[in-house]
């Protein structure tokens, strides 16, 4: 997890030349730090990164009264699991709130595959939204909102909103500050290199994050 710390400082940038359409790990991390190449900590239990979809933490997200009077509807764990990195919920938790509950049992490492669950995340994001003529809002979590629920509504934005993954990324840093691990940054340039090929996703310029 990026911390902000002096040892997390962005190297100075290479002078590599790269392609309009590929994006480098490098260029989302420019977009997650400050002037300065620090990463921040989230300040907030939770924040709204895109109407009605919203990226915190486990507090809020084991909170149910919190999350009914949020209004939320579905509840995204990207982190289902009984360590301590992890959150221990399911959908027995939530049994009676009104709440639907999915699961992902991602680990916070670079080497982990999180865009395996892309897809189903993806699927389970527009069900919510679509939820009582369209008005559902999800909350997606991790236990710091910081990294594994924060890349999966990147990756949500980049498939379902056809974003490039400089924008998605720099729409979710705007409104909460995040630090996906390098290797889940990875996965999302692959995604948006694949969307690219497909013809899935728009090229624009990235938003730059106030510092």
Do not use: W
């Amino acid at each position: 997890m990026k911390k902000s710390s002096p040892a997390k400082q962005l190297p100075p940038p290479a002078e590599v030349t790269v392609p309009d359409n590929e994006v480098t790990v490098q260029q989302l991390n420019e977009l997650l730090a400050n002037s300065s190449g620090f990463y921040s900590l989230p300040t907030q239990h939770f924040n709204e990164v895109f109407p009605r979809i919203y990226v915190g933490n486990a507090f809020v997200g084991q909170n149910l009264m919190r999350l009914q009077k949020l209004g939320v509807t579905h509840i995204l764990n990207a982190a289902e699991g009984n360590s301590f990195m992890h959150v221990n919920t399911n959908a027995e938790f939530y049994a009676g709130s009104g709440i639907a509950y999915h699961g992902i049992q991602a680990n916070d490492k670079p080497q982990f595959n999180i865009s395996n669950y892309f897809e189903e995340a993806a699927d389970f994001i527009d069900k919510a939204l679509a939820h009582n003529n369209g008005k559902g809002k999800v909350y997606v979590h991790c236990r710091e909102g910081y990294s594994r629920s924060p890349t999966i509504v990147i990756a949500y934005l980049m498939m379902r909103h056809k974003l490039d993954a400089r924008v998605a990324v720099a729409t979710v840093r705007m409104k909460r500050e995040i630090g996906p691990n390098d290797g889940f940054l990875r996965q999302l340039c692959q995604l948006n290199e694949k969307l690219a090929k497909e013809g899935k996703n728009k090229h624009l310029s990235a938003p730059r994050v106030p510092t």
